[in-house]
């Protein structure tokens, strides 16, 4: 693995994009699991059949959708048993306010590691989901079976054949206002031991429509898909069906707002007054004046990553409070280092393989 080390953080030393190995299976439990893997599997391909033949055409929030996810989940046996939320003490939630959980119109940034993430947020929030990319503020809508398969890809820059596709959040919530949009801000799985570095994407919602960050994790966390390959694929799968269990924790964050549209809309308040000329004279307001235009053009300045310093700034919130609810650090990696991690990873599996032989 030390071949890898240059998609290691350098400041946490975490690998991002490794898989997580599943749990040893002692041989004599072997046929145990294959009999549990074999019970699940025609139960769970009915209830994805009765999913994509049927159910997905119904009306969002409908009683039998809920039923068919809930299904899909519960088969595998994922069982959700700890819902948290911020500002409300545990075994309140039912007394929560209703500015405390997401609601139509509003944004959820959620953290990113697995398909059943898509399955679970779709069970409890029926969300319309978006792929966000690293180059661009702007989102592309997705399908429940589009971000199912968006987890088996990398998006290491916006698509250019169809421009239309891709919307600001502010248009899409304008849109459905009677929907929650899921955003996933780290653009790519992960394996859940940090949060990547965030895609510009939450910067295209607008001020008004709050932003809840939402942090999902698994035990064991065996479940997670680093890696975009048909192997990847199928062993998720078989540690899926053939475990006895996986436990869901849910995390939900105070909310937040865009600030950095409206501070760049708004210009900066100037910090002059109509003032006496015994109080001061031309020289003086001339060089508050330019004191001001100094500090705003600094505070607008792009760097680097094109963004300015309070739309980092309001991108750093979200990614905190993702690491916060998740009890994971922070991470320089994003999108593209992924990219390039999945093709160094498959040269070496390649080149394993060929000295095998």
Same mark, same amino acid.
């Given at each position: 693995?030390?071949?890898?080390?240059?998609?290691?953080?350098?400041?946490?030393?975490?690998? !991002?994009?490794?898989?997580?190995? !599943?749990?040893?299976?002692? *041989?004599?439990? @072997?046929?145990?699991?294959?009999?549990?893997?074999?019970?699940?599997?025609?139960?769970?391909?009915?209830?994805?059949?009765?999913?994509?033949?049927?159910?997905?055409?119904?009306?969002?929030?409908?009683? @039998?959708?809920?039923? %068919?996810?809930?299904?899909?989940?519960?088969? *595998?046996?994922?069982?959700?048993?700890?819902?948290?939320?911020?500002?409300?003490?545990?075994?309140?939630?039912?007394?929560? /306010?209703?500015?405390?959980?997401?609601?139509?119109?509003?944004?959820?940034?959620?953290?990113?590691?697995?398909?059943?993430?898509i399955i679970y947020l779709a069970t409890i929030l029926d969300p319309i989901f978006t792929q966000s990319y690293p180059d661009t503020k702007l989102v592309r809508s997705l399908s429940f079976? =589009?971000?199912?398969?968006?987890?088996?890809?990398?998006?290491?820059? $916006?698509?250019? $054949?169809?421009?239309?596709?891709?919307?600001?959040?502010?248009?899409?919530?304008? #849109?459905?206002?009677?929907?929650?949009?899921?955003?996933?801000?780290? &653009?790519?799985?992960?394996? &859940?031991?940090?949060?990547?570095? +965030?895609?510009?994407?939450?910067?295209?919602?607008? !001020?008004?429509?709050?932003?809840? /960050?939402?942090?999902?994790?698994?035990?064991?966390?065996?479940?997670?898909?680093?890696? +975009?390959?048909?192997?990847?694929?199928? %062993?998720?799968?078989?540690? @899926?069906?053939?475990?006895?269990?996986?436990?869901?924790?849910?995390?939900?964050?105070?909310?937040?707002?865009?600030?950095?549209?409206?501070?760049?809309?708004?210009?900066? *308040?100037?910090?002059?007054?109509?003032?006496?000329?015994?109080?001061?004279?031309?020289?003086?307001?001339?060089?508050? %004046?330019?004191?001001?235009?100094?500090?705003?053009?600094?505070? %607008?300045?792009?760097?680097?990553? =094109?963004?300015?310093? *309070?739309?980092?700034?309001?991108?750093?919130?979200?990614?905190?409070?993702?690491?916060?609810? =998740?009890?994971?650090?922070?991470?320089?990696?994003?999108?593209?280092?992924?990219? #390039?991690?999945?093709e160094a990873w498959g040269r070496g599996k390649g080149s394993s393989r060929k000295s095998r032989s």
């Amino acid at each position: 693995m030390e071949k890898y080390g240059q998609y290691r953080d350098k400041g946490s030393g975490i690998a !991002p994009f490794f898989p997580i190995s !599943p749990q040893a299976v002692h *041989p004599l439990l @072997l046929p145990w699991h294959l009999f549990v893997f074999s019970i699940r599997i025609p139960f769970l391909l009915f209830a994805c059949f009765v999913w994509f033949a049927f159910v997905q055409f119904l009306t969002p929030g409908t009683l @039998l959708r809920k039923a %068919n996810l809930w299904c899909i989940i519960g088969i *595998p046996g994922i069982w959700w048993i700890d819902l948290q939320v911020d500002g409300v003490r545990r075994g309140s939630l039912g007394k929560a /306010p209703a500015s405390s959980i997401p609601s139509a119109g509003s944004v959820i940034a959620a953290s990113y590691t697995s398909p059943i993430d898509i399955i679970y947020l779709a069970t409890i929030l029926d969300p319309i989901f978006t792929q966000s990319y690293p180059d661009t503020k702007l989102v592309r809508s997705l399908s429940f079976t =589009g971000a199912l398969l968006a987890c088996f890809t990398v998006h290491t820059s $916006a698509p250019k $054949a169809s421009d239309a596709d891709l919307v600001p959040l502010s248009t899409l919530t304008a #849109r459905n206002p009677s929907r929650i949009i899921c955003v996933f801000p780290e &653009g790519t799985p992960s394996n &859940g031991r940090s949060i990547l570095h +965030p895609t510009p994407s939450l910067l295209s919602a607008s !001020p008004r429509t709050k932003i809840y /960050p939402v942090s999902l994790r698994y035990t064991p966390a065996d479940i997670v898909t680093p890696i +975009p390959s048909t192997i990847s694929g199928l %062993n998720f799968l078989w540690v @899926l069906l053939s475990s006895h269990t996986h436990v869901i924790r849910t995390r939900i964050g105070a909310p937040v707002r865009n600030t950095a549209t409206a501070e760049s809309t708004t210009s900066a *308040p100037s910090k002059l007054e109509r003032r006496n000329s015994y109080q001061s004279n031309y020289f003086d307001t001339l060089k508050e %004046n330019s004191d001001a235009e100094a500090e705003s053009q600094a505070r %607008n300045q792009k760097g680097e990553d =094109g963004l300015t310093g *309070p739309e980092r700034s309001m991108l750093d919130v979200v990614a905190d409070a993702l690491a916060r609810l =998740g009890r994971v650090k922070r991470v320089s990696l994003g999108v593209k280092e992924k990219g #390039r991690f999945v093709e160094a990873w498959g040269r070496g599996k390649g080149s394993s393989r060929k000295s095998r032989s």
